[in-house]
């Protein structure tokens, strides 16, 4: 009799769980990352933009040219303060997808452990058995040459 796990179905569908969660896990830490590319690539344009108006105003500039670069500036740190609340609920979402990971996880593990468990005692119980059955045909065995 081979060994068979009565939950075996209520395993695969924890590791399939757990992998979603891993998934998605995977997808929030991505979105971090890609918030972090964006602020990153931000704050290097608006240091090239200063740096450029730092050299032209040894230069006779109209002022047009200073409102316009008044109102780039503005938009810039209006889109940086939107991807800095970005990033906080990115993280926020991050750190909920990790604790359904570590949940799925331990969901998984238990019922793995409980599976290992079951096929050690399973093992057991067919070595005792193999263990009567040669016990039995020896008894025999001697039985038969003591008629013999």
Known sequence: MAFRFTLDSVLRLRCSMEHQQELLLQTANNKVADIHRKINSLDRIAGHLRERREREMSATVA??????EQICDSVLAEYRRQLES????????????AEAFRNAHRDR???????QNQFRDYMQNQDRRLQRELDDLLLTFREGRRRG
Not at 63 to 68: C, E, I, P, Y
């Open 63 to 68: 002022a047009s040219q200073l409102q316009f």
């Open 109 to 115: 593990e238990i019922l793995d452990t409980l599976r």
């Open 86 to 97: 970005d990033l906080f609920q990115a993280r926020e979402n991050c750190a909920r997808q």
